[in-house]
């Protein structure tokens, strides 16, 4: 059974950085494209970045580029996202994504997400 | 960015009812649409993939439809279970966009 847990979220102030988590079990971690997508509270899901398998291409929203840094280690089965230069507009739940194989974009697993708050 | 525009926002409908969410594409996406549920304070889950094709253990009620770049959800009989708001996704181009959701809730 695909687990994702995702974790480091909590209260920062603006400007502020944080590192969330993510860590699958279930499948074979390094075949899949990996994503972060994040919803404001009572808000729609709007998707935040993107990872290739072997990390040779990494993707951003326009709202986040420059700010988060998506990344991933295989080897421990672990997807993360530095989060720099936090702004109020970036609280929300963020949750991980299991990409399908059969098609980019396509988002097959989610994780249970955890709670960023960006609040002075 | 490819804009989807999902309607309605929220809807009532009685066990056993055939219900339709429809979301509109700004460009043609082909067939690469998704549906998701999600249910309040659980992630989403994938319904139905490729505008028509259901995802792993998803009951046969759900459907999904395409014509251009209008795409349809239809639930045809209502179960208790099928609350929670619908949500449609592109993946036809980065980057991956989601309609604002349809709030599904049983009378």
């Known amino acids: 059974e695909v687990q994702l847990a995702e974790s480091g979220g909590g209260l920062v102030p603006p400007g502020r950085s944080l590192r969330l988590s993510c860590a699958a079990s279930?499948?074979?971690?390094?075949?899949?494209?990996m994503h972060w997508v994040r919803q404001a509270p009572g808000q729609g899901l709007e998707w935040v970045s993107g990872?290739?398998?072997?990390?040779?291409?990494?993707d951003y929203a326009g709202s986040v580029k420059g700010r988060f840094t998506i990344s991933r280690d295989n080897a421990k089965n672990s997807l993360f996202l530095q989060m720099n230069s936090l702004r109020v507009e970036d609280t929300a739940f963020y949750y991980c994504?299991?990409?399908?194989?059969?098609?980019?974009?396509?988002?097959?697993?989610w994780g249970q997400g955890t709670l960023v708050t960006v609040s002075s | 960015d490819i804009q989807m525009t999902q309607s309605p926002s929220t809807l009532s409908a009685s066990v056993g009812d055939r219900v339709t969410i429809t979301c509109r594409a700004s460009q043609s996406i082909s067939s690469w649409l998704a549906w998701y549920q999600q249910k309040p304070a659980k992630a989403p889950k994938l319904l139905i993939y490729e505008a028509s094709r259901l995802g792993d253990g998803v009951p046969s009620r759900f459907s999904g439809s395409r014509y251009g770049t209008e795409f349809t959800l239809t639930i045809s009989s209502l179960q208790p279970d099928d609350f929670g708001t619908f949500y449609c996704?592109?993946?036809?181009?980065?980057?991956?966009?989601f309609g604002h959701g349809t709030k599904v809730e049983i009378k």
């Open positions: 279930g499948f074979t971690f390094d075949d899949y494209g």
């Open positions: 990872i290739f398998w072997d990390s040779r291409s990494v």
């Open positions: 994504a299991k990409e399908s194989l059969y098609k980019r974009g396509l988002f097959e697993s």
């Open positions: 996704q592109q993946y036809n181009s980065d980057p991956w966009t």
